[in-house]
Structure formats: structure tokens, C-alpha cells
């Protein structure tokens, strides 16, 4: 990228402007005025250059360089990398769900995979060494990924919303119908949000809710967000699903695509998530 600053990072016009590296390491990459991604400020200390490193390593289609052949190893030793609690970020994008986070959550009665990440071996290692994977929840159509290699990897069983099985998801074990929530565990509630797409679903864990592409948080961690510009199915569904959530208690906002957010209180998230229905109703 020709806004690269100059140093030993770079970024190439391969990027598709997924989010990964400014996820993993928001000091030194940055948006270009065309969207992509490309090396705002070189790193400046051995922590920066680590998570740069693991930006490099997780980055969907290799669009991310060095100038010289810089060990990768500790960067591939801290993913997946924990998040809160018991939740961790996989890393390791894949290209074809566009770059899209995939999280796991280790807990005592088997750990859950949210979406699909690379099937990298070294991630694979890492996920067995926490416990591997029961359950990989798979949000909607778009970010299923290497979700065959994974079973295979671990036995696990998928889930998935009935409205939004393809061909390439036929043999998903699991199917949610319906827009009730679904209880998979004590502590695991899957809740239909049609809107980006027709099946898409959210899990509840806990404090936790992971959206798929239906709501995210903006870059800064200040607000939640959601776009009319990425709704495939149904801006009304959209906005009723959106609504629907309100009856749910839980602090953090973990997406496919787009940042984290993570709010003081659930009564803090009820009054945002208020606000996202709003300005949703008057874009109609």
C-alpha cells in the first residue's frame, strides 16, 4: 500500500479490509481513504511488534509482510489469545468467510467454537492443549469457513439456523428452527436475529453475546453499530430481532465482523442497544 509508513511492516494490496490487524494491533495499522488496511506507525516496542506479528500470522490473505524474516513463534503461541473470563479469540482469519472472527469459549462441559476459523495446524495444537472443541455454533451462511475440518479435527457437533443451511452446511449436526431462543446447556442460548441474512443467530453465554454480522461495536469501543448497507435479507427482521435482544442480560458485544464492545453494566448495554433500535425504526 502506498500509505505505508516506511519500516520494517507492510501491508499489500491483497487486504480486504477486514478488520483482523486493526483488531490485533490498532497501534500500528490503520484505514487507508479506500478502506484498506495499511501500516499506520511501525512499531516501537517488543509488545507492539508482537501483536503485529500476530496480526501477520492471523491475517486472511496473507496481506501483511516484513522487510526481514521475522520469528512468528510467539505469536503463534498466543493464539488463541483470552479475551474475558473464559473466552478467547481464535485469530487465524479465513479468506472465505471474508476475514471474519471466530472465538472460543473454554468451560468445564466442553468448550464451544463460535464461527470458523483457519484450520491452521498450529491453531488446531493450541485449541486441543484448552480443551478442544464440542460445539462450533455457526452464526450464519456467510462465516462457516473450515467448519468440516474442524469436526474432523475434534468430533464436535455444528449448530446452526435451519433458514440458512446450504449445501455446504448439509450435514450440519444440529438444527435451530424457528425465531424462539433455543437452550443448548445451562449456560448456552442460541437466539434467532434474522436480518443480515434469514437464518442468522446470536449465542448467549453468560455475559457474552456473540452477533455474527447482525451488531458490533465501532472502533473506538464507544458505541454499538449496525448498517443498512450489510443487511441481505431483512432491515425490518433486522431491526425486530434487534429489539428481541432487549429481553436479554449480557456486557459484552463479540462479532463477526466489526470490534468488540464491552459495556459497564447489562443496564448500561440495554440502554445502548435501546439506542441502536431507535436510529434503526427512523432508517426505514
Given at each position: 500500500?502506498?500509505?505505508?509508513?516506511?519500516?520494517?511492516?507492510f501491508?499489500?494490496?491483497?487486504?480486504?479490509?477486514?478488520?483482523?490487524?486493526?483488531?490485533?494491533?490498532?497501534?500500528?495499522?490503520?484505514?487507508?481513504?479506500?478502506g484498506?488496511?495499511?501500516?499506520e506507525?511501525?512499531?516501537?516496542?517488543?509488545?507492539?511488534?508482537?501483536?503485529?506479528?500476530?496480526?501477520?500470522?492471523?491475517?486472511?490473505?496473507?496481506?501483511?509482510?516484513?522487510?526481514?524474516?521475522?520469528?512468528?513463534?510467539a505469536?503463534?503461541?498466543?493464539?488463541?489469545?483470552?479475551?474475558?473470563?473464559?473466552?478467547?479469540?481464535?485469530?487465524?482469519?479465513s479468506?472465505?468467510?471474508?476475514?471474519?472472527?471466530?472465538?472460543?469459549?473454554?468451560?468445564?462441559?466442553?468448550?464451544?467454537?463460535i464461527?470458523?476459523?483457519?484450520?491452521?495446524?498450529?491453531?488446531?495444537?493450541?485449541v486441543e492443549?484448552?480443551?478442544?472443541?464440542?460445539?462450533?455454533?455457526?452464526?450464519?451462511r456467510?462465516?462457516?469457513?473450515?467448519?468440516e475440518?474442524?469436526?474432523?479435527?475434534f468430533?464436535?457437533?455444528?449448530?446452526?439456523?435451519?433458514?440458512?443451511?446450504?449445501?455446504?452446511?448439509?450435514?450440519?449436526?444440529?438444527?435451530?428452527?424457528?425465531?424462539?431462543?433455543?437452550?443448548?446447556?445451562?449456560?448456552?442460548?442460541?437466539?434467532?436475529?434474522?436480518?443480515?441474512?434469514?437464518?442468522?443467530?446470536?449465542?448467549?453465554?453468560?455475559?457474552?453475546l456473540f452477533?455474527?454480522?447482525?451488531?458490533?461495536?465501532?472502533?473506538?469501543?464507544?458505541?454499538?453499530?449496525?448498517?443498512?448497507?450489510?443487511?441481505?435479507?431483512?432491515w425490518?427482521?433486522?431491526?425486530?430481532?434487534?429489539?428481541?435482544?432487549?429481553?436479554?442480560?449480557f456486557?459484552?458485544?463479540?462479532?463477526?465482523?466489526g470490534?468488540?464492545?464491552?459495556?459497564?453494566?447489562?443496564?448500561?448495554?440495554?440502554?445502548?442497544l435501546?439506542?441502536?433500535?431507535?436510529?434503526?425504526?427512523?432508517?426505514?
Amino acid at each position: 500500500m502506498p500509505e505505508n509508513v516506511a519500516g520494517e511492516f507492510f501491508v499489500d494490496q491483497a487486504c480486504i479490509d477486514c478488520d483482523t490487524c486493526r483488531i490485533l494491533a490498532p497501534l500500528t495499522f490503520g484505514w487507508t481513504d479506500s478502506g484498506k488496511s495499511f501500516v499506520e506507525r511501525q512499531p516501537d516496542s517488543a509488545a507492539e511488534r508482537h501483536r503485529a506479528l500476530m496480526a501477520l500470522v492471523s491475517c486472511p490473505t496473507a496481506a501483511i509482510g516484513t522487510e526481514h524474516k521475522l520469528r512468528v513463534d510467539a505469536a503463534v503461541a498466543s493464539l488463541p489469545e483470552r479475551i474475558d473470563g473464559g473466552v478467547y479469540y481464535c485469530g487465524y482469519a479465513s479468506e472465505s468467510s471474508f476475514g471474519a472472527s471466530s472465538y472460543l469459549i473454554v468451560r468445564p462441559s466442553g468448550n464451544v467454537m463460535i464461527d470458523s476459523p483457519r484450520a491452521s495446524k498450529p491453531l488446531i495444537k493450541r485449541v486441543e492443549a484448552l480443551g478442544g472443541v464440542r460445539l462450533l455454533f455457526l452464526t450464519h451462511r456467510d462465516d462457516v469457513a473450515d467448519h468440516e475440518r474442524w469436526v474432523r479435527a475434534f468430533g464436535c457437533e455444528r449448530v446452526m439456523h435451519k433458514r440458512d443451511v446450504s449445501h455446504e452446511t448439509r450435514n450440519v449436526e444440529r438444527i435451530v428452527d424457528g425465531e424462539s431462543p433455543t437452550r443448548l446447556d445451562h449456560d448456552l442460548v442460541v437466539i434467532p436475529v434474522p436480518g443480515h441474512t434469514r437464518g442468522s443467530a446470536a449465542l448467549l453465554h453468560d455475559r457474552y453475546l456473540f452477533t455474527g454480522d447482525h451488531l458490533w461495536g465501532t472502533p473506538d469501543g464507544s458505541e454499538l453499530s449496525v448498517s443498512r448497507s450489510v443487511c441481505w435479507y431483512s432491515w425490518a427482521a433486522q431491526t425486530r430481532s434487534m429489539s428481541r435482544l432487549l429481553d436479554f442480560d449480557f456486557e459484552w458485544v463479540l462479532p463477526g465482523h466489526g470490534f468488540r464492545y464491552q459495556a459497564p453494566s447489562s443496564t448500561a448495554m440495554k440502554a445502548e442497544l435501546q439506542r441502536v433500535v431507535e436510529r434503526m425504526r427512523a432508517n426505514r
